[in-house]
Nanobody, 114 residues
Framework: QVQLVESGGGLVQAGGSLRLSCAAS????????MGWYRQAPGKQRELVAR??????NYADSVQGRFTISRDNAKNTVYLQMNSLKPEDTAVYYC?????????WGQGTQVTVSS
């Protein structure tokens, strides 16, 4: 079992920045990849960014603005979000992937005002 706790969401004006954190605990040695997803009202949950080892990938909509990173000593993954836009408003979820199952955090709200 892996437990994920997100923090760092909030309200920010367009053009501003936020950093999300996701602290993992439990059987973290079994995790192969970690990522951030988001879900806006009335829309499906979508991948924002993922990190596997040193390999990162991003949704086209956030490429160049968001950066995912991890601190293995702290079992924590971060999402640095710069140049935020109103369309980035959503609940952001941390995800941890094992071979046969996924784990999810409780979500943190990010609201970008225009």
């Amino acid at each position: 079992q892996v437990q994920l706790v997100e923090s760092g969401g909030g309200l920010v004006q367009a053009g501003g920045s936020l950093r999300l954190s996701c602290a993992a605990s439990g059987s973290v040695f079994s995790v192969k990849a970690m990522g951030w997803y988001r879900q806006a009202p009335g829309k499906q949950r979508e991948l924002v960014a993922r990190i596997t080892g040193r390999i990162t990938n991003y949704a086209d909509s956030v490429q160049g603005r968001f950066t995912i990173s991890r601190d293995n000593a702290k079992n924590t993954v971060y999402l640095q979000m710069n140049s935020l836009k109103p369309e980035d408003t959503a609940v952001y979820y941390c995800n941890a992937q094992e071979i046969f199952r996924d784990y999810w955090g409780q979500g943190t709200q990010v609201t970008v005002s225009s």
